[in-house]
């Protein structure tokens, strides 16, 4: 079993910034997927980023959200998963989730094995 606990949600002005935080138990973190999902209350989870996993065939790969595209980014340092938030929009509010799959490519569905306890984040106009 693998904990996964998120830090650096907030609130933010439109066209400000946020960088989230998913410090993983692991020392293996290289060996996982990790993705980003964010929830709306009445819509349905979406998946936000991932990254495949770095140590094998899969060598990091990154995939987004078409509309976070060019203002978001996914990367992995050490036991730790980030989420670098840039030109937040108030369509972006929502609270943000990370998750891991051992050995695994960038997946976009919410099957994921292990889960953060999310965090807030609100961007206003």
């Known amino acids: 079993q693998v904990q996964l606990v998120q830090s650096g949600g907030g609130s933010v002005q439109s066209g400000g910034s946020l960088k989230l935080s998913c410090a993983a138990s692991t020392t293996v973190f290289d060996r996982y997927a990790v993705g980003w999902f964010r929830h709306v209350p009445g819509k349905e989870r979406e998946w936000v980023a991932c990254?495949?996993?770095?140590?094998?065939?899969?060598?990091?790969h990154t995939k987004y959200v078409d509309s976070v595209k060019g203002r978001f980014t996914i990367s992995r340092v050490g036991n730790t998963a980030y989420l670098q938030m840039d030109n937040l929009k108030p369509d972006d509010t929502a609270i943000y989730y990370c998750s891991a799959q051992y050995w695994a490519p960038c997946m976009t569905s919410a099957t994921y094995d292990y889960w953060g306890q999310g965090t807030q984040v609100t961007v206003s106009s």
């Open positions: 990254i495949s996993n770095k140590d094998g065939t899969y060598d990091g």
